[in-house]
C-alpha cells in the first residue's frame, strides 16, 4: 500500500511540472484535437485525414502538408486569415465535406508548394466533392497540377492562382475578383453535367500556357467586367455559347474569341490576337464592340447555318479581313475600316444566303470593300446595301451581286460597283478609279458621274444595263456617252440603256409600295344566329366580310394609300374583283378597308388576295387566302350534319336577337 501511495505521488507530480512545460514550449496536448501534430521550429506537420470540424490556426502557421489530405463528409476544415499551407511534392486535400478558407486583405490565405524551387504542378491541388460549404475568398493558390478542381459546384473570389499547370478546372459557379495567371495550360477549363451556367466578374485571366478561359459540353459563361490577355491559346473558347460583355479580349496568342454555341458579345474590346478577333461557328449577336489589330479577320462566321448580327460595332486595322462571312448576317451601325483584307467578303456554302449592311461605313480597306461570288455558278450570295458609304477601298467598292440603295460609293482605287446589281435610289458613284459601275443590272434615279475612264462599261453580250433616270453630272448627251462602254464601242459586251436622264441631282421620291399589315375574314351570319355559336365555316349563301390594314409611310416622302382591291374566284374558276372602302383612318397614311365576298353555293372553295396602290402607283399584293363553305341540309341549324333537338335548342336560344 505504501509503494502505491508513493508511486501515484510522483505521476500526480510529473504531470504538475511537465504538462505546464509542454504547453510553454508549444508542444501540443494530444487531447487538443483528433490530430497528431509535431513541432519542427515554427511550422506545423499534418499528415492525418480531418474526421470532425477543425480549424488551423495562423500561430501555428505554416502547415505543412506531407501526405494526401481528406476532409471527411462530417467535417468542416476552417482556415484562419494569414495562414500558409505548403504541400509536399505530389499531395492533394480532397474535401468530402467542407472548407472554409476566408482571408482579408491585409491577411490573405496562401497554399503553395514545400519545395524550395517549386515548378508548376509539383502538388495536385485542391479538390472539391463535398456536401457542405466551400469558401475560397482572399487565397493565393501555386505551383498545384490543378489549383481548384470543382468536381461539386462552388464559387470564388478575391483570389489568385498563379503557376499551376492548370488555374480552376470544373463546376466554377461564380467568381468575382480573381486572377489566374502564369498558368501553364489553360487558365479556367470549366465543364459541368448537368449544365450550369457559370460567371465571372471582374476578373483578369492572362499569361496562361493554353487557352485563357475553356468552356466544355453544354454548359454556357456569363462573363462580365473582365480582361482575359496575353494567354498562348486562344483567350476565349466557348462550345456552347454565353455571354461576354464590358470586358477586354487582347493579345492571346490564337483567337480572341472561339465561339461554337450561341454566344452574345457586348461592349468588349477584342483586339491584337494573334488569330481571329471572334472565330465563330455559330450564330453571334455582336454590340458596341472594338475589333481592331487582330492579325487574323476582325470577325469570321465559319458557315453556321444561324445567322449574325453586328451592331454599333467598330472593325479596323485587322490583318485580314474586317468580316468574313460564311452565313446570314446583318451588319448596321458599323464602322469597317483599314483591314489589311477586305472590308466584308461572303464566302459560299451548301445553299447561299443573303447579309445586309445598313448605316455603314466601308472605308481605306486594302482589299474590295464588300465582296461576294457573282453568280457565275448555281450558288451565290446576295448583299443589301443601305444608307452606307464605300469609299476609298483600294481595290473594288462592291464586287459581287446584290442590291444597293441610298448609298455613296466612290474613291476607290478600281470599279466602284463591279457584278450583277441593283442600284436604285439616292445612290451616288462617283470618282472611282476603275470604272463607276461594270457588268449588269438597274442603275435607277441616282448619280453617277466623274468615274474614270468609263461611269458604267456593260457585261458580255447579252446582259445589258438598264440606266434610266439618272444624273451624269451634265446634261449634254455627248458628254454622258463618252463616258459609256458598250455594245455601241465593241460588238462582245451587251448594251447601256440610259435615255430619259435627269438634270440634276436626284430628288425624293415614293418609291416604295404600300404595305399590307394584317387581314382578317369574318362570317356575316344573319339573323337570329349568333356567328360565334354555330359551326365555324361560313354557311351555304353566307356572305364573308373581309377586313384589311393598309399603310404607306416609308421614307422620303409617302404618298399614301390610294385604292385598295380585293380579288376572289370560287372553286379555281374565273378571277373577280371588288373595291374596298375605307372604313377606318388610323392616321395620315394607315387605314382600315373593308368589303364582302357575295354569298356562295355549299361545299365550294373560296380563295382572295388583297392588291394595294399608293398615290405613286406603287403597289402591293397579299398571299392567297382560302376558306371552304359548309353545306347544310334544311332545317339543320347548327351545322352538325343531323337535324335534331339541338337545331330546336339554337333557334330558341337566339330567337327575336339581332345578328352582330
Given at each position: 500500500?505504501?509503494?502505491?501511495?508513493?508511486?501515484?505521488?510522483?505521476?500526480?507530480?510529473?504531470?504538475?511540472?511537465?504538462?505546464?512545460?509542454?504547453?510553454?514550449?508549444?508542444?501540443?496536448?494530444?487531447?487538443?484535437?483528433?490530430?497528431?501534430?509535431?513541432?519542427?521550429?515554427?511550422?506545423?506537420?499534418?499528415?492525418?485525414?480531418?474526421?470532425?470540424?477543425?480549424?488551423?490556426?495562423?500561430?501555428?502557421?505554416?502547415?505543412?502538408?506531407?501526405?494526401?489530405?481528406?476532409?471527411?463528409?462530417?467535417?468542416?476544415?476552417?482556415?484562419?486569415?494569414?495562414?500558409?499551407?505548403?504541400?509536399?511534392?505530389?499531395?492533394?486535400?480532397?474535401?468530402?465535406?467542407?472548407?472554409?478558407?476566408?482571408?482579408?486583405?491585409?491577411?490573405?490565405?496562401?497554399?503553395?508548394?514545400?519545395?524550395?524551387?517549386?515548378?508548376?504542378?509539383?502538388?495536385?491541388?485542391?479538390?472539391?466533392?463535398?456536401?457542405?460549404?466551400?469558401?475560397?475568398?482572399?487565397?493565393?493558390?501555386?505551383?498545384?497540377?490543378?489549383?481548384?478542381?470543382?468536381?461539386?459546384?462552388?464559387?470564388?473570389?478575391?483570389?489568385?492562382?498563379?503557376?499551376?499547370?492548370?488555374?480552376?478546372?470544373?463546376?466554377?459557379?461564380?467568381?468575382?475578383?480573381?486572377?489566374?495567371?502564369?498558368?501553364?495550360?489553360?487558365?479556367?477549363?470549366?465543364?459541368?453535367?448537368?449544365?450550369?451556367?457559370?460567371?465571372?466578374?471582374?476578373?483578369?485571366?492572362?499569361?496562361?500556357?493554353?487557352?485563357?478561359?475553356?468552356?466544355?459540353?453544354?454548359?454556357?459563361?456569363?462573363?462580365?467586367?473582365?480582361?482575359?490577355?496575353?494567354?498562348?491559346?486562344?483567350?476565349?473558347?466557348?462550345?456552347?455559347?454565353?455571354?461576354?460583355?464590358?470586358?477586354?479580349?487582347?493579345?492571346?496568342?490564337?483567337?480572341?474569341?472561339?465561339?461554337?454555341?450561341?454566344?452574345?458579345?457586348?461592349?468588349?474590346?477584342?483586339?491584337?490576337?494573334?488569330?481571329?478577333?471572334?472565330?465563330?461557328?455559330?450564330?453571334?449577336?455582336?454590340?458596341?464592340?472594338?475589333?481592331?489589330?487582330?492579325?487574323?479577320?476582325?470577325?469570321?462566321?465559319?458557315?453556321?447555318?444561324?445567322?449574325t448580327t453586328i451592331e454599333d460595332s467598330a472593325i479596323s486595322a485587322n490583318g485580314?479581313?474586317?468580316?468574313?462571312?460564311?452565313?446570314?448576317?446583318?451588319?448596321?451601325?458599323?464602322?469597317?475600316?483599314?483591314?489589311a483584307g477586305n472590308g466584308t467578303s461572303g464566302h459560299l456554302v451548301v445553299h447561299?444566303?443573303?447579309?445586309?449592311?445598313?448605316?455603314?461605313?466601308?472605308?481605306?480597306?486594302?482589299?474590295?470593300?464588300?465582296?461576294?461570288?457573282?453568280?457565275?455558278?448555281?450558288?451565290?450570295?446576295?448583299?443589301?446595301?443601305?444608307?452606307?458609304?464605300?469609299?476609298?477601298?483600294?481595290?473594288?467598292?462592291?464586287?459581287?451581286?446584290?442590291?444597293?440603295?441610298?448609298?455613296?460609293?466612290?474613291?476607290?482605287?478600281?470599279?466602284?460597283?463591279?457584278?450583277?446589281?441593283?442600284?436604285?435610289?439616292?445612290?451616288?458613284?462617283?470618282?472611282?478609279?476603275?470604272?463607276?459601275?461594270?457588268?449588269?443590272?438597274?442603275?435607277?434615279w441616282s448619280s453617277i458621274f466623274d468615274n474614270t475612264p468609263f461611269d458604267v462599261?456593260?457585261?458580255?453580250?447579252?446582259?445589258?444595263?438598264?440606266?434610266?433616270?439618272?444624273?451624269?453630272?451634265?446634261?449634254?448627251?455627248?458628254?454622258?456617252?463618252?463616258?459609256?462602254?458598250?455594245?455601241?464601242?465593241?460588238?462582245?459586251?451587251?448594251?447601256?440603256?440610259?435615255?430619259?436622264?435627269?438634270?440634276?441631282?436626284?430628288?425624293?421620291?415614293?418609291?416604295?409600295?404600300?404595305?399590307?399589315?394584317?387581314?382578317?375574314?369574318?362570317?356575316?351570319?344573319?339573323?337570329?344566329?349568333?356567328?360565334?355559336?354555330?359551326?365555324?365555316?361560313?354557311?351555304?349563301?353566307?356572305?364573308?366580310?373581309?377586313?384589311?390594314?393598309?399603310?404607306?409611310?416609308?421614307?422620303?416622302?409617302?404618298?399614301?394609300?390610294?385604292?385598295?382591291?380585293?380579288?376572289?374566284?370560287?372553286?379555281?374558276?374565273?378571277?373577280?374583283?371588288?373595291?374596298?372602302?375605307?372604313?377606318?383612318?388610323?392616321?395620315?397614311?394607315?387605314?382600315?378597308?373593308?368589303?364582302?365576298?357575295?354569298?356562295?353555293?355549299?361545299?365550294?372553295?373560296?380563295?382572295?388576295?388583297?392588291?394595294?396602290?399608293?398615290?405613286?402607283?406603287?403597289?402591293?399584293?397579299?398571299?392567297?387566302?382560302?376558306?371552304?363553305?359548309?353545306?347544310?341540309?334544311?332545317?339543320?341549324?347548327?351545322?352538325?350534319?343531323?337535324?335534331?333537338?339541338?337545331?330546336?335548342?339554337?333557334?330558341?336560344?337566339?330567337?327575336?336577337?339581332?345578328?352582330?
Amino acid at each position: 500500500m505504501k509503494l502505491k501511495t508513493v508511486v501515484g505521488v510522483t505521476l500526480t507530480l510529473l504531470m504538475i511540472t511537465v504538462i505546464p512545460t509542454l504547453v510553454s514550449i508549444g508542444i501540443p496536448l494530444p487531447a487538443r484535437s483528433n490530430y497528431v501534430r509535431m513541432s519542427q521550429g515554427e511550422s506545423t506537420i499534418w499528415d492525418k485525414d480531418i474526421t470532425q470540424n477543425t480549424t488551423w490556426y495562423l500561430a501555428d502557421s505554416p502547415y505543412i502538408i506531407v501526405k494526401d489530405i481528406k476532409v471527411y463528409t462530417v467535417a468542416l476544415l476552417t482556415i484562419e486569415p494569414g495562414v500558409v499551407v505548403k504541400f509536399a511534392d505530389g499531395t492533394e486535400l480532397y474535401i468530402a465535406g467542407g472548407l472554409s478558407v476566408q482571408g482579408n486583405i491585409t491577411h490573405p490565405i496562401t497554399f503553395t508548394s514545400n519545395f524550395t524551387t517549386p515548378v508548376p504542378g509539383i502538388w495536385d491541388g485542391v479538390i472539391f466533392d463535398g456536401i457542405k460549404e466551400f469558401l475560397l475568398d482572399y487565397i493565393l493558390i501555386e505551383y498545384a497540377s490543378t489549383g481548384v478542381k470543382l468536381i461539386s459546384a462552388a464559387n470564388i473570389s478575391n483570389s489568385v492562382i498563379s503557376n499551376c499547370t492548370v488555374g480552376v478546372e470544373g463546376k466554377l459557379s461564380y467568381a468575382v475578383n480573381l486572377t489566374v495567371t502564369d498558368n501553364s495550360a489553360d487558365g479556367l477549363s470549366l465543364s459541368s453535367s448537368p449544365p450550369i451556367e457559370m460567371r465571372i466578374t471582374k476578373s483578369v485571366i492572362s499569361n496562361n500556357g493554353r487557352n485563357g478561359i475553356t468552356v466544355i459540353g453544354n454548359s454556357t459563361i456569363d462573363m462580365d467586367d473582365c480582361v482575359v490577355s496575353n494567354n498562348v491559346g486562344n483567350g476565349v473558347f466557348l462550345s456552347n455559347g454565353g455571354y461576354i460583355k464590358n470586358s477586354r479580349v487582347i493579345g492571346n496568342s490564337l483567337n480572341g474569341t472561339c465561339i461554337l454555341g450561341s454566344t452574345t458579345i457586348d461592349n468588349t474590346t477584342i483586339s491584337a490576337n494573334g488569330g481571329d478577333g471572334i472565330w465563330a461557328e455559330s450564330g453571334v449577336s455582336i454590340a458596341k464592340c472594338n475589333i481592331t489589330g487582330n492579325e487574323g479577320n476582325g470577325i469570321k462566321s465559319n458557315y453556321v447555318e444561324e445567322a449574325t448580327t453586328i451592331e454599333d460595332s467598330a472593325i479596323s486595322a485587322n490583318g485580314g479581313d474586317g468580316i468574313w462571312m460564311g452565313s446570314s448576317m446583318s451588319i448596321t451601325r458599323c464602322n469597317i475600316t483599314e483591314n489589311a483584307g477586305n472590308g466584308t467578303s461572303g464566302h459560299l456554302v451548301v445553299h447561299g444566303f443573303s447579309f445586309s449592311i445598313t448605316n455603314c461605313t466601308v472605308f481605306n480597306n486594302t482589299q474590295n470593300g464588300v465582296t461576294v461570288p457573282s453568280d457565275g455558278t448555281l450558288e451565290y450570295i446576295d448583299m443589301y446595301i443601305d444608307k452606307s458609304f464605300i469609299t476609298n477601298n483600294s481595290m473594288t467598292g462592291l464586287s459581287g451581286r446584290g442590291y444597293v440603295f441610298n448609298s455613296t460609293v466612290s474613291g476607290n482605287k478600281m470599279c466602284g460597283i463591279l457584278g450583277n446589281f441593283t442600284v436604285e435610289l439616292y445612290n451616288v458613284i462617283a470618282w472611282n478609279q476603275g470604272g463607276g459601275f461594270n457588268g449588269t443590272g438597274v442603275i435607277y434615279w441616282s448619280s453617277i458621274f466623274d468615274n474614270t475612264p468609263f461611269d458604267v462599261v456593260a457585261d458580255v453580250w447579252p446582259n445589258n444595263v438598264t440606266a434610266t433616270h439618272n444624273w451624269w453630272g451634265t446634261n449634254e448627251s455627248a458628254l454622258i456617252r463618252e463616258h459609256i462602254w458598250d455594245w455601241n464601242d465593241t460588238s462582245e459586251l451587251g448594251c447601256v440603256f440610259y435615255g430619259d436622264w435627269l438634270s440634276g441631282w436626284p430628288q425624293p421620291i415614293d418609291a416604295h409600295p404600300p404595305k399590307i399589315v394584317s387581314i382578317n375574314w369574318t362570317r356575316t351570319s344573319p339573323p337570329p344566329y349568333s356567328k360565334t355559336a354555330l359551326f365555324p365555316k361560313p354557311r351555304i349563301n353566307e356572305p364573308v366580310c373581309v377586313s384589311v390594314n393598309v399603310t404607306d409611310d416609308e421614307s422620303p416622302i409617302p404618298s399614301g394609300v390610294d385604292k385598295v382591291l380585293l380579288w376572289y374566284r370560287v372553286d379555281g374558276g374565273e378571277w373577280w374583283t371588288t373595291k374596298m372602302t375605307l372604313t377606318m383612318m388610323y392616321n395620315a397614311t394607315s387605314g382600315n378597308w373593308t368589303t364582302i365576298i357575295p354569298p356562295q353555293p355549299g361545299n365550294s372553295t373560296v380563295e382572295f388576295f388583297i392588291q394595294a396602290y399608293d398615290k405613286a402607283g406603287n403597289s402591293n399584293t397579299s398571299s392567297i387566302y382560302t376558306y371552304d363553305v359548309k353545306w347544310l341540309q334544311p332545317g339543320d341549324i347548327n351545322g352538325d350534319g343531323i337535324v335534331d333537338i339541338e337545331d330546336i335548342y339554337t333557334v330558341a336560344l337566339n330567337y327575336g336577337k339581332i345578328a352582330p
